[in-house]
């Protein structure tokens, strides 16, 4: 008999395709955790589609939902995961459950990957920003915050790894205990075929003495764009945390390499489908999730981390 881990996920769902719920439901049910999933927007595809049509769920519905969770009184969690939120009151509302949801369970740990824009343009609102800056970094214990290069230049933040991780530490006494750059263009000293994710978390040693490890992975860069990617980094990365307590090293190396073997089964079959000489479509981009059940149940460490 194992305890039970839930998990309330409020992301995006998409009928085609995987991002959001779909990029995070099925890799953390495979391994094991009860994942109850609030649909933000139900869109027919991610919006990287020539056409993408759906609902958005407002904030306002949001909280019925979970007060129809709550009067049943199972509103007990072990952790909330958050993604892509365009809406600044949906977000507040977001907060606001989290916040009841940690006064049921102090232990509740906040997962959020703050989606805020990429290639450099902003793909939310900015007026949502302080909402991420004042509200939801305090309530996020564990955070996972993703920040590409064009987050950093929102933060104003210089690139460069002994800063990087002065900004993770200031982040730490924000409130989250974990932080993951996922994706830092910082140059790779291994090459420009290199990503550099950079991590952070503060550990108490058995003896009692705190202290922050600090990691830093290259890790083989695809050329091709893909959706969901972030979204499927988030969920692995709350659950290999989660089996991987006080160990980044490791759960990060477990997250990475998940994310290789999805990333390079798909980059085959879309390859493969676009024919000859052709760049695959947004379609035949879609994350090979369910073939890859075996490398999310236990992915080969295709990644080493390093400790810093
Ligand atoms: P998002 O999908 O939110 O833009 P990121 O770009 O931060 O997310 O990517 C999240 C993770 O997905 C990265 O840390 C990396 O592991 C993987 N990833 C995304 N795109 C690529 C790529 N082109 N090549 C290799 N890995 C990628
Ligand atoms: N949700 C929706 C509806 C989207 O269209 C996107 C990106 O286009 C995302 C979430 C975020 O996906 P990613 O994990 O690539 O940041
Ligand atoms: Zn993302």
Request: hydrophobic fraction near 20%; aromatic fraction near 16%; avoid cysteine.
């Given at each position: 008999f194992e305890m039970e881990c839930r998990v309330l996920s409020i992301q995006s769902h998409v009928?085609?395709?995987?991002?959001g719920n779909k990029s995070a439901s099925f890799p953390l049910q495979v391994l094991g955790f009860e994942v109850d999933s609030i649909n933000s927007v139900q869109f027919?595809?991610?919006?990287?589609?020539?056409h993408w049509k759906g609902q958005v769920l407002t904030a306002e519905e949001l909280n019925v939902l979970y007060d129809g969770i709550k009067l049943n009184n199972v509103?007990?969690?072990?952790y909330v995961l958050t993604g892509y939120t365009r809406d600044t009151s949906f977000l507040e509302t977001v907060v606001d459950i989290v916040q009841e949801l940690k006064r049921m369970n102090p232990k509740l740990v906040y997962v959020c990957d703050p989606v805020m824009g990429d290639q450099g343009s902003m793909?939310?609102?900015?007026?949502?920003l302080p909402v991420y800056r004042d509200k939801v970094v305090a309530v996020c214990l564990v955070g996972y915050i993703g920040l590409h290069l064009f987050h950093l230049m929102v933060l104003m933040i210089m690139l460069m790894v002994s800063l990087l991780f002065q900004v993770m530490d200031l982040l730490h006494q924000m409130g989250p205990d974990t932080v993951v750059l996922?994706?830092?263009d910082l140059p790779s000293p291994r090459g420009d075929q290199f990503l550099v994710a950079l991590g952070s978390q503060k550990i108490v040693r058995p003896d009692g003495t705190k202290s922050t490890q600090k990691i830093r992975m290259d890790m083989p860069k695809v050329d091709a764009v893909f959706v969901g990617t972030g979204d499927l980094f988030a969920a692995m990365l709350l659950a290999w945390t989660h089996l991987h307590p006080n160990d980044l090293k490791a759960a990060c190396e477990k997250t990475i390499s998940v994310m290789h073997h999805v990333i390079k089964r798909t980059m085959t079959y879309a390859n493969e489908m676009a024919g000859q000489g052709k760049r695959p479509n947004p379609a035949q981009l879609e994350l090979r999730m369910v073939q890859s059940k075996k490398d999310i149940e236990d992915p080969a460490i295709v990644v080493e981390a390093t400790v810093l």
């Open positions: 009928v085609r395709g995987y991002v027919s595809n991610h919006t990287g589609y020539a509103h007990h969690y072990d793909y939310v609102p900015e007026n949502i996922t994706s830092t």
